[in-house]
């Protein structure tokens, strides 16, 4: 009787060894082979740990009876986080369920490029395969601004350019009010540092201006002269005169040319009929741009044109403007 009891417990202990064996080579080998690729999963919200485990096995990530026995073992059954997940060749189950209890989802990226408008952003926003759209396409600022919660009276220039990574599902509001916010915390940090200018009273009209720059200039080394001389323009209370002011002005009836009647035709963003600041932003100022505003270069100049190669000749007169348009514009 106890050679008998004593064979049991010999064929049991190397049974136990024997799954174990099975159990650990099952969850430290990669199903994931170089010919699948990159394998994306996506956890559903609500899904039961059957569920989970099932859509991981007909994807062929794991073994779904030996994952099953890895959760337990765990102690994570209700641990793991809905959302896509991206799988590489050669992760093994362990790896890949670490992943899933610590929300490693999948992340993609958009930028917010400068110099965009509102209208721009939106679209971009709203293009992007992985985010949900849930803003309508065409709508007054108002609405929108009452849809998003945003207590502004309108959104251009107040998303800061830069790029942002986000999880499959996240919503057009949450990126417009996530570059928002973005755009809040920058200018309100750099605001209090500022080269005091009596002519820009305060945050709002410091991103008018700097969408103005944005506009105006690509080339870096310029953005704060140009500043300069739009503040200068300002403070001896001379139109501003810009050009891209026009064009915000005239909407969609700007179709790629500018002409001499539009700088005639009155909006309230025709800085050539009218004084002082547009009433806002006309597009997304980079931080640069929004930088420069802060700490322009002084100077006495109050004309710039093209010269034609990005960059612009600047001028203290207007008969050195004339003279400078001449050349690099009509080609005298």
Request: hydrophobic share 40%; glycine share 6%.
């Amino acid at each position: 009787m106890k050679r008998l009891i004593t064979l049991a417990i010999v064929v049991s202990s190397l049974s136990l060894g024997w799954f174990w064996m099975l159990y650990q080579n099952a969850i430290n080998d990669s199903y994931i082979s170089d010919e699948m690729g990159l394998t994306v999963v996506t956890v559903e919200r609500g899904q039961n740990l059957n569920q989970i485990i099932s859509t991981l096995d007909k994807q062929g990530v794991v073994d779904g009876r030996w994952f099953k026995w890895l959760v337990r073992v765990e102690g994570v059954e209700n641990q793991i986080q809905a959302g896509e997940y991206e799988f590489s060749p050669g992760l093994t189950p362990v790896q890949i369920l670490d992943f899933l209890i610590k929300g490693k989802v999948n992340q993609y990226a958009i930028t917010i490029i400068e110099g965009q408008t509102f209208k721009e952003v939106l679209r971009d926003i709203q293009e992007h395969p992985a985010i949900e759209q849930t803003l309508p396409k065409q709508a007054k600022m108002t609405e929108y601004l009452e849809l998003l919660n945003i207590s502004e009276r309108h959104l251009e220039g107040l998303l800061l350019p830069e790029t942002y990574f986000f999880i499959k599902n996240t919503t057009d509001g949450q990126m417009i009010k996530r570059a928002y916010r973005s755009m809040q915390l920058f200018i309100n940090s750099a605001w209090p540092k500022r080269q005091d200018k009596a002519v820009i009273s305060n945050v709002y009209e410091a991103l008018t201006l700097a969408s103005i720059v944005e506009k105006e200039t690509g080339v870096a080394s310029e953005r704060r002269l140009i500043a300069g001389l739009f503040i200068r323009r300002l403070e001896i209370g001379m139109k501003m005169q810009t050009d891209p002011t026009v064009i915000y002005g005239m909407g969609d009836y700007y179709k790629g040319d500018i002409r001499f009647r539009d700088l005639r035709q009155d909006t309230p963003y025709n800085t050539y009929t009218r004084h002082g600041l547009p009433p806002t932003p006309i597009a997304m100022p980079s931080k640069a741009s929004i930088e420069a505003v802060l700490h322009p270069v002084e100077t006495k100049s109050l004309y710039f044109v093209a010269n034609g190669d990005g960059s612009h000749i600047f001028s203290e007169t207007l008969k050195q403007h004339n003279a400078a348009v001449d050349k690099y514009q009509r080609n005298k």
